[in-house]
């Protein structure tokens, strides 16, 4: 009888999991994929790997959010999808999600080309950096939780965020100077 | 606004969140089922007598390993029909209330 009550708890938490993270996981992994197709599928797996080991996780978890757990799943899946298929981090999304950003028209079409201009130093910053950067942004998750999903100190990743973003700026500043000149 | 302000606005102009297709969901939730379904099938097929042989005993216990995977599934499943079953309630009680209003009538009209 408590087995099949532990059951049903741990399938309930895992559905709220599921329902409140589902968009987390996805767009983490359309940003870090770059197509809708392969994170269709990076999302799936995600998915059935969490709830294999969800019972476990929920038990060290000591009450913490789960989330920096299921985005280090995506993560780790992500590295052997590239690893598999010998790719590369793309630069190019199927369609720009910024098309889709709730910001009025006039703004986003001003802010375009410098949101294009961002995107294309991002694909070009180191992997670390370009992950913390999306779990940001993307996902509004703290340096904490980053720290956790990418498995270092706290104090590593408030690093690692300085210096993406330091080296997007100095990206900008050289478009900027060569757009000046030309 | 200073130039590290200005890239984290870009930032988070060109970071939106995606929202996943429907399709994934549905996706997700139907795979899950039909593993938890096929898990079900092989334990049902399996003759208990089976059993006796430690050799047999690897592909019952990976059926319950996937048929507990997809019991997750089928959560989120129900709680789709649920929510589904939520919306259509409305229309229901609607249906009921008419129903209830056309008995009303017809007891009177016979009395």
């Known amino acids: ?182 | 606004m200073s130039e590290a302000e200005r890239v984290e606005r870009l930032l988070k102009l060109a970071f939106t969140p995606v929202e996943p297709p429907e399709a994934l969901s549905d996706r997700l939730e139907r795979g899950l089922t039909e593993m938890a379904d096929a898990a079900a099938d092989e334990l049902a097929d399996w003759e208990l007598s089976a059993m006796s042989d430690p050799r047999n005993w690897v592909r019952p216990a990976a059926a319950v390993v996937v048929g507990s995977v997809a019991a997750g599934g089928l959560v989120l499943v129900r709680a789709r029909q649920q929510q589904k079953k939520r919306h259509s309630s409305g229309l229901r009680a609607l249906e009921k209330s008419l129903r209830d209003v056309a008995d009303d009538l017809e007891k009177r009209l016979r009395g």
């Open chain 1, 1 to 182: 009888m408590d087995e099949v009550t532990d059951k049903q708890r741990l399938d309930r938490d895992f559905t709220e999991l599921y329902r409140a993270h589902l968009r987390d996981v996805y767009s983490y992994a359309y940003y870090r994929i770059g197509n809708h197709h392969d994170a269709e599928d990076l999302t799936e797996q995600t998915f059935l790997q969490a709830y294999r080991h969800f019972d476990r996780a929920q038990r060290e978890s000591n009450g913490r959010p789960l989330r920096p757990w299921l985005i280090r799943i995506a993560h780790n899946l992500a590295a052997n999808y590239y690893r598999d298929r010998s790719r590369r981090p793309v630069t190019q999304l199927d369609d720009a999600a910024i098309i889709s950003a709730p910001q009025g028209t006039e703004e986003m079409v001003e802010g375009r080309e410098e949101v294009m201009e961002v995107l294309k130093g991002v694909s070009e910053l180191p992997d670390d950096r370009r992950e913390a950067l999306i779990m940001r942004f993307a996902l509004d998750m703290d340096n904490r939780e980053i720290a956790r999903a990418l498995g270092r100190s706290e104090g590593a990743t408030k690093v690692l965020i300085h210096r993406a973003i330091k080296q997007l700026e100095q990206g900008l500043e050289a478009g900027d100077e060569a757009g000046v000149e030309t």
